[in-house]
């Protein structure tokens, strides 16, 4: 940025989470003539001290993106914001629920997700397929499917990382057997076998605002026993999509077992829960701890997520007996 600003830039470094060295290195990028440098670590900040169920939160966050360069800002210092816990302690009801996942996702993505509500054409026509009003938490997963795989985000997002995307398909377009179809998925397993997997709601439930989810299993035509269920759809969508497995600084731990978790759990600043999924912040990282009825596979499972390679070790159960 400038000749000068490497010791200032070095206490940002040494106390990330910090918001003093930031502000002060605002104040030297004003009186150097980078306006809009500095009007982003000031939002950044004050956005740092919002909870992202917040109106606040998503105005702050909005401004910060329309006042931040589009040169590759803020680069290695990342943002305070990120230090800041966003699934911890979040408030009961679907808004505050699905606000804080949206965080959640953009956060450790890079998706550009905007605030709840803006519901357009995808929400329409789910619920002319529907052929009733869909209950809020339906609609927004609509909107947040169409907000996350938005192009040219979502095909970079792609390229960078090998991951295979979310299914291409129906996506809360049906209504099959007395249920709303949520998100299907299908591949051919090792013995060739056509496995297909849907997720759904009951239509007796779609007068509920978040509505529980089900899960069915058909292998080669035939449907499977299965008792996964999710006690809401912003449950569902942490559990199903809240992890990234190639995403850079993330890792995921299967067949965990419950003490282990408690330990992982335990090794974070702050802690709380997201339905029955146990979530752990510290800064620039963060665990979500699945139980053995949502982990899909034998014990807990623990998916991490940090800034550094190094933080990736709070949430390894490996370490933890």
Not at 283 to 300: C, H, K, R, T
């Amino acid at each position: 940025m400038h000749p000068a600003d490497a010791p200032l830039r070095a206490a940002i470094a040494a106390a990330p989470d910090a918001a003093l060295p930031r502000l002060v290195y605002a104040d030297f990028l004003d009186d150097h003539d980078f306006p809009h440098h500095a009007a982003s670590l000031r939002l950044d900040a004050a956005l740092a001290a919002e909870k992202p169920w917040t109106d606040r939160y998503w105005q702050l966050l909005d401004d910060r993106r329309r006042h931040t360069p589009a040169d590759g800002w803020p680069g290695d210092l990342g943002w305070l914001s990120d230090h800041q816990p966003l699934l911890c302690g979040v408030p009961d009801d679907w808004k505050s629920r699905w606000r804080a996942v949206r965080a959640f996702v953009s956060r450790w993505t890079g998706a550009p997700l905007g605030d709840v509500g803006r519901w357009g054409q995808e929400v329409e026509q789910a619920e002319r397929t529907a052929g009733r009003p869909l209950p809020p938490s339906v609609k927004e997963w609509a909107a947040f499917l169409a907000e996350f795989t938005a192009r040219p985000w979502y095909d970079e997002l792609l390229a960078a990382t090998g991951w295979g995307g979310l299914a291409d398909g129906p996506l809360v377009d049906r209504v099959s057997d007395g249920v709303q179809v949520l998100y299907e998925d299908g591949w051919f397993g090792e013995a060739g076998e056509d496995v297909r997997v849907v997720y759904a709601i009951r239509s007796d439930d779609l007068a509920v605002a978040d509505p529980p989810v089900g899960r069915t299993v058909v292998i080669d035509g035939v449907r499977q026993p299965s008792d996964w269920r999710a006690e809401s759809v912003t449950e569902f969508v942490l559990a199903k999509f809240g992890r990234w497995e190639s995403m850079d600084h993330h890792w995921n731990h299967s067949n965990v077992t419950p003490q282990q978790a408690e330990t992982v759990a335990g090794r974070y600043p702050h802690r709380g829960r997201y339905g029955r999924l146990a979530v752990a912040e510290a800064p620039g990282a963060a665990a979500v701890v699945y139980p053995a009825e949502l982990s899909e596979a034998d014990g807990y499972r623990v998916e991490n997520f940090a800034s550094s390679r190094e933080l990736l070790a709070l949430g390894d159960p490996r370490t933890a007996r």
